[in-house]
């Protein structure tokens, strides 16, 4: 294999990893909501068009979905807080398939 082959493994990967962990998130995150915060959150087809969205452009677009799903349904403050944390989640969930994929092929020998 050759380092853009390694690279192409990577991305990927980083693609499906960091689209499962937002729809995650939000998703487990909007059946623990209450009733009145449910009602702030997005509709289901704008929800999963922003899931979309995140796996299309990326993790950094996944990390402004989850700042701007807790910012809707906790109120800013709170909101932006609980977003930080997990987007520091998400971000460290991309680090670590990038450089899992990258040991494997090097264990590998690829």
Do not use: K, N, Y
Not at 6 to 35: G, H, K, N, P
Not at 52 to 60: D, I, N, P, Q, V
């Amino acid at each position: 294999m050759t380092p853009g082959d390694v690279e192409f493994a990577q991305v990927l990967s980083s693609m499906v990893v960091s689209t499962a962990t937002v729809a995650a998130i939000v998703v487990v995150d909007e059946r623990r909501l209450s009733a009145g915060a449910r009602a702030r959150a997005w509709p289901r087809a704008s929800r999963d068009a922003a899931i979309f969205g995140a796996w299309l452009f990326g993790t950094l677009f996944g990390c402004l979905l989850l700042f701007v799903h807790f910012a809707r349904t906790r109120g800013l403050l709170v909101g932006l807080g609980l977003g930080l944390l997990w987007a520091a989640f998400l971000l460290a969930a991309d680090l670590g398939t990038w450089s899992l994929v990258g040991a494997v092929a090097d264990w590998l020998r690829l």
